[in-house]
């Protein structure tokens, strides 16, 4: 049984970082592709960020460019999201995702897998 579970969200205000865990479980991790997305109240899932089974290939949405690094560990079975910089509309749940064949970071039908969302709050 495939699972994705995030960890290290949490209350943090504007300016500062969290860095966010997702550890993966029944799969070959190193085959997978794997993405972040993230969903505020209201709103449609949004991308983040995307790895590819190599760490040399990786996409981010605009609005992260320059903050946020994504980042594996194929020895641990973990994919990272450091979060720099944080600002009040970063606030959302975030969820990591896996695509078994490494296809385009959109659309999220793409992704086989999906975790249960870890909660971030960007106080300002």
């Known amino acids: 049984q495939v699972q994705l579970v995030e960890s290290g969200g949490g209350l943090v205000q504007a300016g500062g970082s969290l860095r966010l865990s997702c550890a993966a479980s029944?799969?070959?991790?190193?085959?997978?592709?794997m993405g972040w997305f993230r969903q505020a109240p209201g709103k449609e899932r949004e991308f983040v960020a995307h790895?590819?089974?190599?760490?040399?290939?990786?996409y981010y949405t605009d609005s992260v460019k320059g903050r946020f690094t994504i980042s594996r560990d194929n020895a641990k079975n973990t994919v990272y999201l450091q979060m720099n910089s944080l600002k009040p509309e970063d606030t959302a749940v975030y969820y990591c995702?896996?695509?078994?064949?490494?296809?385009?970071?959109?659309?999220?039908?793409?992704?086989?897998?999906w975790g249960q969302g870890t909660q971030v709050t960007v106080s300002s």
């Open positions: 995702a896996a695509d078994r064949y490494a296809r385009s970071w959109w659309p999220p039908s793409n992704y086989d897998y």
């Open positions: 029944g799969l070959t991790f190193s085959s997978y592709a």
């Open positions: 790895i590819g089974r190599v760490s040399s290939l990786t």
